[in-house]
């Protein structure tokens, strides 16, 4: 797989994750399980977007359960299962570009409308997760966490002492990994900048850079 491909995954889920987070309530798309974070914030405060939290976890499994039997099924239909996969993370996104750019001032956050907003961001950002991780683990392009530990792991081995080819594969994947927490923070900062800027147009942004990587050759 091209070298370029997880890095515009991860710039991608840093930017949903934050576009989401500025402007539904608090909504994680690709970090969900942060939702139980704001969940609680939410039944505390009183504040709204609640039910977009519940949801997300169980729209996400659901998902990644559907996108597995997928990958599955498509070679036997002569289906390029990687790019099939993106694509459908494309349409998810479209699809919530459009429901983001009709939400006004009077939808709060539990109204029906931005709820649907919030899952069909959760539903793309857990096809890019399955992606990640059916395609380029150890290194998923949504999370922060297990590749930063992994990749402090690698440093500590590095520095006690391996092996020379132990040492070449430890360096390649903290490389790896370093590359693509650069990524997600970048799509971060963008997003947030947009955002403050453009507001909800901001969603306009993650199809169009879900949609480059099916245009690459080794994404069947």
């Not at 539904?24 to 969900?32: D, I």
């Not at 479209?94 to 931005?114: L, R």
């Not at 907003?117 to 380029?136: E, F, H, K, P």
């Not at 963008?190 to 990587?213: D, N």
């Amino acid at each position: 797989m091209k070298r370029s491909i997880p890095i515009l995954l991860s710039l991608n889920a840093g930017y949903v994750d934050t576009a989401g987070f500025l402007a539904l309530q608090g909504l994680f798309a690709a970090h969900v399980t942060g939702n139980f974070v704001t969940l609680g914030m939410a039944l505390v405060s009183g504040t709204s977007g609640i039910w977009a939290k519940i949801l997300a976890l169980p729209v996400f499994c659901l998902i990644v359960f559907i996108s597995k039997l997928l990958a599955s099924s498509m070679p036997k239909l002569g289906l390029p299962v990687m790019r099939t996969l993106l694509l459908l993370k494309v349409l998810f996104l479209i699809a919530a570009a459009v429901m983001a750019t009709t939400i006004s001032a009077a939808h709060h956050g539990d109204d029906v409308h931005v709820i649907i907003t919030g899952l069909l961001l959760v539903s793309a950002m857990a096809l890019q997760n399955s992606i990640s991780r059916l395609y380029t683990n150890p290194v998923p392009a949504t999370i922060l966490t297990g590749p930063l530990t992994q990749m402090m792991i690698d440093v500590a081995d590095l520095v006690r002492g391996v092996p020379p080819a132990e040492k070449i594969a430890l360096k390649a994947r903290i490389s790896t990994i370093a590359t693509n927490i650069a990524s997600f923070a970048a799509g971060c900062g963008i997003s947030a900048l947009l955002f403050s800027q453009v507001g909800m147009w901001c969603f306009l942004v993650p199809p169009v850079l879900a949609f480059i990587p099916t245009m690459m050759g080794e994404t069947k």
